[in-house]
């Protein structure tokens, strides 16, 4: 059985075949991944190695969205190359979670899509085109790591082309969303779009904020812009802060 995703999906000109999943797993090859159960796991629940896939948390008998339960540390999806190549094309969709989805530190991964899901946050530090929508969470950050030093292999370039959209985003512990910079970097956070979001107990800057950091006042600010950082759309947004709106 083959499928496609809807149009706007990162994978939409590729056909990949369904398959139905009913426990924790590695996922190591393309494919269309659909849950056909609640899952309970210690630790990460599903570990996605390759490029060109969708997990898809809706039964495809029910209709209903399957919850992914996390004891312990770990992510309900966690995304990891084995190598320096980059993984792409990678949706994430209809789940809903008591943990984060996340990748690997070290590893580039690019064009992910999380919709239509619940989950406490997203964390893709240096990775382009991540773009989250009609989903709840709790916080995302997708920060370039600096390293210790400019050799440092840890070191990522700063994100590019994040879209953020008609989301609800719950917290007050750290930013909702992280662009930074350092000398080491050969290019600067741009083309990012947040857009239609409600925001909740989060400090509403945009701010320009060089590498030293950003964090005054004990608020947590909702967006961290590094210097020269441009072409960012930030619209129609509504930030209630103490329960009250902030215009």
Same mark, same amino acid.
């Given at each position: 059985?083959?499928?496609? /995703?809807?149009?706007?999906?990162?994978?939409?000109?590729?056909?990949? *075949?369904? *398959?139905? @999943?009913?426990?924790?797993?590695? @996922?190591?090859?393309?494919?269309?991944?659909?849950?056909?159960?609640?899952?309970?796991?210690?630790?990460?629940?599903?570990?996605?190695?390759?490029?060109?896939?969708?997990? +898809?948390?809706? +039964?495809?008998?029910?209709?209903?969205?399957?919850k992914?339960?996390?004891?312990?540390?770990?992510?309900?999806?966690?995304?990891?190359?084995?190598?320096?190549?980059?993984?792409?094309?990678? !949706?994430?969709?209809?789940?809903?979670?008591?943990?984060?989805? #996340? *990748?690997?530190?070290?590893?580039?991964?690019?064009?992910?899509?999380i919709?239509?899901?619940?989950?406490?946050?997203?964390?893709? /530090?240096?990775?382009d +085109?991540?773009? @989250?929508?009609?989903?709840?969470?709790?916080?995302?950050?997708?920060?370039?790591?600096?390293?210790?030093?400019?050799?440092?292999? %840890?070191?990522?370039d700063?994100?590019?082309?994040?879209?953020?959209?008609?989301?609800?985003?719950?917290?007050?512990? #750290?930013s909702?969303?992280?662009?930074?910079?350092?000398?080491?970097?050969?290019?600067?956070?741009?083309?990012? !779009? @947040?857009?239609?979001?409600?925001?909740?107990?989060?400090?509403?800057?945009?701010?320009?904020?060089?590498? %030293? #950091?950003?964090? $005054? $006042?004990?608020?947590?600010?909702?967006?961290?812009?590094?210097?020269?950082?441009?072409?960012?759309?930030?619209?129609?947004?509504?930030?209630?802060?103490?329960? *009250?709106?902030?215009?």
């Amino acid at each position: 059985q083959q499928a496609t /995703p809807i149009e706007g999906e990162a994978i939409e000109q590729v056909q990949l *075949k369904v *398959k139905p @999943i009913s426990s924790c797993q590695v @996922i190591s090859n393309p494919g269309y991944y659909i849950l056909n159960t609640d899952l309970t796991q210690i630790g990460t629940c599903f570990t996605i190695t390759s490029s060109d896939v969708v997990l +898809d948390g809706r +039964d495809a008998i029910t209709g209903e969205k399957h919850k992914i339960s996390i004891t312990g540390s770990g992510n309900a999806v966690s995304i990891e190359s084995s190598s320096r190549r980059a993984l792409e094309n990678i !949706v994430i969709k209809n789940l809903i979670t008591d943990a984060g989805i #996340g *990748k690997q530190y070290y590893r580039q991964v690019n064009s992910v899509t999380i919709e239509d899901s619940d989950f406490t946050n997203a964390w893709f /530090p240096g990775s382009d +085109d991540v773009t @989250i929508r009609n989903s709840n969470f709790n916080g995302l950050n997708i920060v370039a790591g600096e390293g210790s030093n400019c050799a440092d292999p %840890s070191i990522m370039d700063p994100p590019l082309g994040a879209m953020i959209i008609n989301n609800t985003i719950v917290g007050d512990a #750290g930013s909702m969303v992280v662009f930074t910079a350092s000398d080491c970097f050969q290019r600067v956070s741009t083309r990012h !779009v @947040i857009e239609n979001n409600t925001i909740i107990n989060y400090w509403p800057y945009a701010d320009d904020c060089g590498t %030293s #950091g950003c964090i $005054s $006042s004990g608020h947590s600010k909702t967006f961290y812009f590094a210097a020269g950082s441009s072409d960012n759309i930030i619209k129609n947004n509504k930030i209630i802060v103490s329960g *009250k709106s902030i215009p």
